[in-house]
Structure formats: C-alpha cells, structure tokens
C-alpha cells in the first residue's frame, strides 16, 4: 500500500536539521566557543587570535592553505571543462560509460591510500625517478617530492575528477537542439560553448569547485604524503599544536580560523549558484 504523501514540509525537513545540528551545528559551535578560551584563564578572550595573526608561521601556513587550495581549483578547472564536454557531446552511450567508470574508479580507493601510491611513484626510486635516470642516461634526481607543487598534483587529480563529473552532469542535461540552432545559425562550436552551454552548466562547475576547495584547503593526508610538511599548511599546524603542546584552544582557534575562511570563500560562489538558477 503506497505511502500518504507528506502534507507539512517540516515532516521531511525537520529529521534533517535535527541531524544536521547534532552532527555540523553543535561540533562547529563548540569549537568557536573553545577559541575564545585560554588554559588557567577564565572567561572570554581573543587572545589567541591575537596570537594567530600575530604569528608569521600560522599566517604562513593559512596563506599556503590558500594558494594550494586556489591552485587545485586552477587545475581542475583547465582539465575538467574540455573533459566534460568530450564525455558530454562527443562520444557514444556505450563509449560514455566506460570512460564515466574510468573516471570515477579512483573514488573506489581511500584517499590516503592513493596520496601513497603517488608517493611510491613519484619517489626518487620510484617509477618516475626511475624512468629519468633511464632516459637521462645518469644519475639524476627528480626532486618532485616533497614539496607544494607535489601537493598541488595530488589534490589536482581529485579536483579534476570531481569538477568533471559536476560539470558533465550540467552538460548532460542541455537540449542538443540548442546547440544544433547555434550551428544552423552559423555559429561556431566556440560561440555554442559560449553562449549555449557555459551558462548552462556553469552551476555545475561552481559546486564542483566549491566542494574541491572546501576538500583542498583543510586536507591533511596530501601534504604531508607528499608535501612532505617541511612547508606546512594550516591542518599540518593544527595537528602539531594538539600532538606537541596539547592546547586546545590554539588548536580550536586554527580550526575556527579555516572554518571563517571557507565560508568567506564559499558563499559567494553560493549565492552564484543562486543567482544563475534564478535567471535561468
């Protein structure tokens, strides 16, 4: 016997929230309230905010957060757009589905376990280290590991994944006939791109981008795989402060300090997701 549909909304809602604010709410606003506190100290303070803004290594390692999370972002960008398009518009059904299981397979594996496996592989005495002293006919170096940029590769290739598939499911979507009336009116597959399906699956690539950068920005497992942590970021640092002084607070405060950032960075592509579904 089929359900009753629900005739109040908080019915479905309600569950939700509830589990939202339990598991999200509660956790985060915990954590502010325990950076506003000091150890021995009673009461309300900022001072270890003054602190972290006052400290150039905790800075630093924001800043790092950032530019390895805007350069993953970069990456993926540059790389998902023609590979969402190729999937969307230039191969069969069958053909798709394959390259969709590709695409996705890495997702099967834990994300440490992968960074590992680029760690083994990017090694000097892995396969890439191996392969150019094979090529360069000496001893040679690769010197890749262990550094931002090393970061940056293994972050990118979630970034790409993730971002394509947003996309693509934006892409999939659009009328071909859409495209089709750009050509008959003489447009070119550029002007289609631009005019027909940018807008259009322009919300995708938002949300991809935005759920790439939350991921990037707060990851723990990459840099120090294979950023190797002698420049840290702000997760490399948190860990620190719990494992080496055991202060709470501070800790708290870096965690409330990346929480800040990435809705300062977030929202606003939010609110573009919005806007775009509003005028479309």
């Known amino acids: ?3 009753p549909p629900v005739t109040n909304l908080w019915q479905g809602i309600l569950p939700a929230m509830v589990l939202m604010a339990g598991f999200f709410l509660l956790p985060i606003l915990y954590t502010l309230g325990l950076s506003l506190t000091t150890e021995g100290q009673a009461g309300l303070t900022l001072v270890n905010y ?3 803004w006052g400290e150039d290594t905790l800075t630093d390692a924001l800043l ?7 350069s993953v972002v970069v990456i993926a960008t540059l790389f ?14 069958r053909r798709r589905v394959l390259l969709l299981l590709i695409l996705v397979a890495p997702f099967w594996t834990s994300f440490t376990i992968r960074a590992f496996s680029w760690q083994m592989v990017l090694a000097d005495s892995g396969i890439a280290g191996t392969a150019l002293r094979w090529v360069a006919g000496t001893d040679v170096s690769l010197g890749f590991l262990y ?8 972050l990118g290739l979630f970034g790409i994944m993730l971002v394509t598939l947003m996309v693509y499911s934006s892409m999939v979507t ?4 859409l495209i089709e009336a750009n050509a008959v009116l003489g447009g070119t597959g550029w002007t289609a791109f631009r005019e027909v399906v940018l807008p259009l699956a322009l919300p995708g690539w938002i949300i991809g981008v935005a759920l790439t950068f939350i991921v990037a920005v707060g990851d723990y497992a990459v840099p120090t795989l294979l950023g190797g942590g002698l420049r840290p970021v702000l997760a490399q640092v948190m860990l620190s402060v719990l494992k080496g002084t055991y202060d ?5 405060t870096l965690a409330s300090v990346l929480v800040m950032v990435i809705l300062l960075c977030v929202a606003p592509l939010l609110l573009l ?7 479309s």
Not at 80 to 93: D, I, K, N
Not at 273 to 279: A, K, P, Y
Request: hydrophobic share 55%.
């Open 1 to 3: 016997m089929p359900r």
């Open 50 to 52: 003054h602190r972290f």
């Open 64 to 70: 790092r957060s950032l530019a390895l999370a805007l």
């Open 80 to 93: 998902a757009w023609p590979l969402a398009w190729y999937l969307a518009f230039c191969v069969s059904e």
């Open 147 to 154: 550094s931002l940029p090393a970061s940056v590769f293994g």
């Open 174 to 177: 659009i009328d071909r006939r």
């Open 248 to 252: 709470l607070p501070m800790a708290a």
């Open 273 to 279: 997701v919005r806007g775009t579904r509003l005028q």
